[in-house]
């Protein structure tokens, strides 16, 4: 168990709507990945937020956005679903920026399964 | 830009043989890489990182990856795999610019047989 948690395990969902995925950081971590994985582009990184703010953008759609609360959990919403945004969506979390040389390790959480139909 | 490069897609190995599963990283700057592992229908597990310092990582469940600069690679080893060790193995480089996100390689699919 990595501490990381994310809701809901899974959902299925019709082309056109909404959704919003959960994920709740370890304790005291203050950064926030999210990522996307599918069979076609693998595992990508998406979004980054640290204490509350964007730090980093990848290859995330403009359909989709997130953000990250006082209390640092994080929420990632998709809209407009489209049959190729079914995928894995993992979040992890990490201490802050390091100082020197040492790189925060991400912990990931188990992912929510998003399927499309 | 960084990218990450896992030549074999699939290695299939039997029980109590040894494995290497390679990766190659392509990066113009210092990088920190990592290996992960997904189990069926879990999240990721880290196995082992490679910040500085020695270049052979010793990770858990008995994986070592060693560093090479000259070759840009960060291939990973175990010397005799078990049935559990089945899982898929991503190598990992963090973006040192400051927002330490990963980039990914597309993973190898390990099967130890029987």
């Known amino acids: 168990d990595s501490g990381v948690t994310q809701t809901p395990k899974h959902l299925i969902t019709a082309t056109g709507q909404r959704v919003t995925l959960r994920c709740s950081p370890r304790s005291g971590d203050l950064s926030v990945y999210w990522y996307q994985q599918s069979l076609d582009q693998g595992l990508q990184f998406l979004i980054q937020?640290?204490?509350?703010?964007?730090?980093a953008k990848g290859n995330i759609l403009e359909r989709f956005s997130a953000q990250q609360f006082p209390d640092l959990h994080s929420e990632l919403n998709l809209s407009s679903l489209e049959l190729g945004d079914s995928a894995l969506y993992f979040c992890?979390?990490?201490?802050?920026?390091?100082?020197?040389?040492?790189?925060?390790?991400?912990?990931f959480g188990p992912g929510t399964r998003l399927t499309v139909l | 830009a960084q990218s990450v490069t896992q030549l074999d897609s699939q290695v299939p190995v039997f029980e109590e043989a040894p494995v290497e599963l390679r990766c190659n990283y392509s990066s113009s700057v210092s990088v920190y890489l990592f290996w992960y592992v997904q189990y069926p229908n879990q999240g990721l597990q880290l196995l082992l990182k490679y910040l500085s310092g020695s270049t052979l990582v010793k990770g858990i469940n008995g994986f070592e990856a060693e560093f090479n600069k000259s070759q840009t690679s960060f291939h990973l080893r175990k010397p005799s795999v078990h049935i559990s060790d089945t899982a898929e193995y991503f190598c990992a480089v963090s973006d040192p610019s400051g927002t330490y996100k990963y980039i990914f390689g597309t993973g190898t699919r390990l099967k130890v047989l029987a």
């Open positions: 992890a979390s990490s201490t802050r920026p390091p100082v020197g040389t040492s790189v925060p390790e991400q912990f």
């Open positions: 937020y640290y204490n509350g703010e964007e730090r």
